[in-house]
């Protein structure tokens, strides 16, 4: 996967054409890394090679612990006209190209039949532990995401990469000089 450099990602400079990422053609993505998900959401295509914001989609992410996954409405927003298959590598390949319209289509079915995909969640801490999105968003900045996730405007399907355990927190929290008052993680 290419790594982006970070004001590509995060649109703090107009990138010029051989910078501009191009999300690969997925042939087989029973390979890829994390869970399958309803519909093959693609942050690769979306962040990546369209530079959506994460925000854009996990706008609550610096204002409540959770960041939330966008509803329906929002995917809507664009996929009333965006058919998809349109993208430069695809259209060479009549089969991507269909693939690719298949999933928007299976999007579509669901706006029309008020059936939301069932996305399948990865990243879960369990319920003793405390976890503030937002105030790590103010601390880290915006584009914070990545030191957590990883890669996630390269992925194809997200996957876990850090391993969400106590250790990987205070970690960070004793680099950064944070409390590690157990009462500020546990409840
Ligand atoms: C166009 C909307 C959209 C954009 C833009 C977007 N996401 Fe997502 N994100 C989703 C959807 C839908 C899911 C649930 C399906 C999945 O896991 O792929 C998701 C899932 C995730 C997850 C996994 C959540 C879990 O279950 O643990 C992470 C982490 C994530 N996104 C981070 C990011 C980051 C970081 C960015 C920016 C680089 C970003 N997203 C941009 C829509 C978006
Ligand atoms: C800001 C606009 C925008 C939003 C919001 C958006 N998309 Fe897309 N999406 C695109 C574009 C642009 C493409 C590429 C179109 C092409 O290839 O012609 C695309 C492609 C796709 C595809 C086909 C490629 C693939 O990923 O397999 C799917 C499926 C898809 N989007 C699902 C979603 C879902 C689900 C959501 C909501 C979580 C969403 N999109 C939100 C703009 C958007
Ligand atoms: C300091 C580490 C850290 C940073 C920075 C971070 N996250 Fe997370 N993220 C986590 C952890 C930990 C979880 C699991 C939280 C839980 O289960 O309560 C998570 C869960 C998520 C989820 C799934 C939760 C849900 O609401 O469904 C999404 C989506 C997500 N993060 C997106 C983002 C985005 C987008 C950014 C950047 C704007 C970001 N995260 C920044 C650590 C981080
Ligand atoms: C990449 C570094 C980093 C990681 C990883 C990280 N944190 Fe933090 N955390 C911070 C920073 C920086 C702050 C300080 C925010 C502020 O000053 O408001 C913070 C603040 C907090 C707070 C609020 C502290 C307060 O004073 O109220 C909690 C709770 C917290 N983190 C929990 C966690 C948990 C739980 C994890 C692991 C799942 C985690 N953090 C992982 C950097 C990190
Ligand atoms: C920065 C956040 C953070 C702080 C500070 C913190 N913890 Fe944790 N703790 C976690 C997370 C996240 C988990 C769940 C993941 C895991 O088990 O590693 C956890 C799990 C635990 C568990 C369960 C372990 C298990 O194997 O099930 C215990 C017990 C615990 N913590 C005790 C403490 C005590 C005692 C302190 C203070 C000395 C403390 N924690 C401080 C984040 C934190």
Known sequence: ??????????????????????????????????????????????????????MYCHYSAAVSSEPGIPSLQTCMGCHLYVAGGTRGGVKADTAAVRAEKAQVQQLRNGSRDRKPPEWTRIHALPGFVRFPHMRHIKALGPGACINCHGDVQGMAQVYQVSTLRMGWCVRCHVERKVTRDCTVCHY
């Not at 107009?14 to 990422?21: E, M």
């Not at 042939?27 to 959506?52: C, M, T, V, W, Y």
């Open 1 to 54: 996967m290419l790594a982006l450099p970070p004001a590509v990602v995060y649109g703090q400079q107009a990138p010029t054409a051989s910078q501009r990422y191009q999300a690969p053609i997925v042939k087989d993505s029973g390979n890829l890394k994390g869970p399958r998900q309803p519909i093959f959401f693609r942050h690769d295509i979306h962040a990546g090679e369209f530079q959506i914001p994460c």
